[in-house]
C-alpha cells in the first residue's frame, strides 16, 4: 500500500514539474518534494500502528479432548475413522455390555422384590399385625437398591462412548478386540473440537486503544485470497512472565535481563464463517480497527488483502 500511495505522488510530481511544468523544478521545490512523502509515510505508519494495529502472530488454536473410557470392558466397535468430523452425541466407540446389563437386570429384580415388600410391610403395619421397624428397613432396602440400579444403568449407558461436542476426531488407534479401562491419563482417541479459538499478539503500547467490541480482520496462508472478519472479544492483560510458582524460594527476578513481552488479544469470529474449519496451530497476520481515525482503516484493509493474495505465490525451487 505504501508503494501504491508511492507511485501515485511520483506521477503527480512528474505532471507538475514535467510534463506540465506548472511549477519551476528549483531546489526549493526538490526539497519540498523529496520532504512531504518522508514525512508523511512516516506520519501515516505511526498513525496505522496506534489507531489500526495489525498482528503477525495470529494463531488458531482448538481444544483437543482426550477421549478415556468411564468403564473398563473390550471394545466391539469403532464407527469413527482419522480425520472424521462428527456431531455432539455421535458415538465414537463401543464396550462389550454383557457384563453391565446383567448387572442392570439382577439390581431390578431385587427393586421389583424390594418395592413389593415394602407394600407388604405397608399392609402389615396399617393392620396392626407388622412390625414397623421392618417396614423401615424395608424403605431403607428400597432405597439403597434404586441408587444402585441408577449408578449400573449408568455404567452400563457408558459403554457406548460418544462424541462430547462437534469436533473432529483426529488420532483414531483404537481397534475392535482393545481392552480399555477407565483410566483418567490414559486415553484412548484424540477428539477436537470444531469451534476455534483465535489469538492476536500485539505489543504492550498497542493495546491503548484496543476495545472489547472492535472490528478485526485476519487470514491465515490455509485460505489465500481470503479475508476473515472478527470482533475483539477479550484482551488477555496476563503473561507466563508475570506468574510465579507458589515456593519456598524468594523470586530470582533481576538476575537476567526480561525479554520485551506481548500480550494476546482473543478475537470471535464472524457468525458467516461458521461452517469454515480452520486448522489448529495454523498463524497469519490480522489487525485490529479501532474508534478512531477511521479512514485509516481502509488503507490496512488494503495492506491485509494484497498481503493474502500473496499467500498464493509458493517460492519453491522443487
Same mark, same amino acid.
Given at each position: 500500500?505504501?508503494?501504491?500511495?508511492?507511485?501515485?505522488?511520483?506521477?503527480? $510530481?512528474?505532471?507538475?514539474?514535467?510534463?506540465?511544468?506548472?511549477?519551476?523544478?528549483?531546489?526549493?521545490?526538490?526539497?519540498?518534494?523529496?520532504?512531504?512523502? /518522508?514525512?508523511?509515510?512516516?506520519?501515516?505508519?505511526?498513525?496505522?500502528?496506534?489507531?489500526?494495529?495489525?498482528?503477525?502472530? /495470529?494463531?488458531?488454536?482448538?481444544?483437543?479432548?482426550?477421549?478415556?473410557?468411564?468403564?473398563?470392558?473390550?471394545?466391539?466397535?469403532?464407527? $469413527?475413522?482419522?480425520?472424521?468430523?462428527?456431531?455432539?452425541?455421535?458415538?465414537?466407540?463401543?464396550?462389550?455390555?454383557?457384563?453391565?446389563?446383567?448387572?442392570?437386570?439382577?439390581?431390578?429384580?431385587?427393586?421389583?422384590?424390594?418395592?413389593?415388600? $415394602?407394600?407388604?410391610?405397608?399392609?402389615?403395619?396399617?393392620?396392626?399385625?407388622?412390625?414397623?421397624?421392618?417396614?423401615?428397613?424395608?424403605?431403607?432396602?428400597?432405597?439403597?437398591?434404586?441408587?444402585?440400579?441408577?449408578?449400573?444403568?449408568?455404567?452400563?449407558?457408558?459403554?457406548?462412548?460418544?462424541?462430547?461436542?462437534?469436533?473432529? $476426531?483426529?488420532?483414531?488407534?483404537?481397534?475392535?478386540?482393545?481392552?480399555?479401562?477407565?483410566?483418567?491419563?490414559?486415553?484412548?482417541?484424540?477428539?477436537?473440537?470444531?469451534?476455534?479459538?483465535?489469538?492476536?499478539?500485539?505489543?504492550?503500547?498497542?493495546?491503548?486503544?484496543?476495545?472489547?467490541?472492535?472490528?478485526?480482520?485476519?487470514?491465515?496462508?490455509?485460505?489465500?485470497?481470503?479475508?476473515?472478519?472478527?470482533?475483539?472479544?477479550?484482551?488477555?492483560?496476563?503473561?507466563?512472565?508475570?506468574?510465579?510458582?507458589?515456593?519456598?524460594?524468594?523470586?530470582?527476578?533481576?538476575?537476567?535481563?526480561?525479554?520485551?513481552?506481548?500480550?494476546?488479544?482473543?478475537?470471535?469470529?464472524?457468525?458467516?464463517?461458521?461452517?469454515?474449519?480452520?486448522?489448529?496451530?495454523?498463524?497469519?497476520?490480522?489487525?485490529?480497527?479501532?474508534?478512531?481515525?477511521?479512514?485509516?482503516?481502509?488503507?490496512?484493509?488494503?495492506?491485509?488483502?494484497?498481503?493474502?493474495?500473496?499467500?498464493?505465490?509458493?517460492?519453491?525451487?522443487?
Amino acid at each position: 500500500m505504501e508503494a501504491l500511495i508511492l507511485g501515485i505522488y511520483a506521477c503527480i $510530481v512528474w505532471l507538475i514539474f514535467f510534463k506540465y511544468k506548472l511549477l519551476p523544478w528549483n531546489t526549493v521545490a526538490k526539497v519540498i518534494v523529496f520532504t512531504i512523502p /518522508v514525512v508523511g509515510m512516516i506520519t501515516l505508519i505511526l498513525l496505522l500502528n496506534i489507531f489500526s494495529p495489525s498482528s503477525s502472530n /495470529v494463531v488458531v488454536v482448538r481444544n483437543s479432548v482426550g477421549i478415556v473410557s468411564q468403564v473398563k470392558g473390550r471394545v466391539t466397535e469403532v464407527p $469413527v475413522t482419522v480425520n472424521q468430523r462428527v456431531k455432539k452425541g455421535d458415538v465414537l466407540f463401543k464396550i462389550d455390555s454383557t457384563q453391565y446389563q446383567a448387572s442392570v437386570n439382577a439390581l431390578r429384580a431385587k427393586l421389583n422384590l424390594a418395592k413389593m415388600r $415394602v407394600k407388604q410391610n405397608q399392609a402389615l403395619v396399617e393392620s396392626g399385625s407388622g412390625n414397623r421397624f421392618d417396614l423401615e428397613k424395608a424403605q431403607a432396602d428400597l432405597a439403597e437398591l434404586s441408587e444402585q440400579t441408577l449408578n449400573s444403568e449408568y455404567d452400563l449407558a457408558q459403554t457406548v462412548v460418544r462424541a462430547p461436542s462437534d469436533g473432529t $476426531v483426529i488420532n483414531v488407534q483404537l481397534r475392535p478386540g482393545a481392552f480399555v479401562a477407565a483410566f483418567p491419563i490414559a486415553s484412548v482417541m484424540t477428539f477436537m473440537e470444531d469451534a476455534p479459538q483465535i489469538y492476536a499478539l500485539f505489543n504492550q503500547n498497542e493495546l491503548h486503544q484496543i476495545e472489547v467490541g472492535n472490528e478485526a480482520e485476519f487470514y491465515i496462508p490455509s485460505f489465500p485470497g481470503e479475508i476473515l472478519k472478527a470482533r475483539v472479544e477479550s484482551i488477555i492483560l496476563a503473561e507466563g512472565q508475570g506468574q510465579i510458582s507458589v515456593s519456598g524460594n524468594l523470586p530470582t527476578i533481576g538476575l537476567r535481563e526480561i525479554p520485551v513481552n506481548r500480550f494476546a488479544v482473543k478475537l470471535a469470529m464472524d457468525d458467516r464463517h461458521a461452517d469454515l474449519l480452520l486448522p489448529a496451530g495454523a498463524v497469519g497476520d490480522g489487525a485490529v480497527y479501532t474508534d478512531h481515525l477511521a479512514f485509516l482503516h481502509v488503507i490496512r484493509k488494503v495492506m491485509l488483502r494484497i498481503s493474502t493474495k500473496l499467500n498464493y505465490i509458493i517460492p519453491k525451487l522443487h
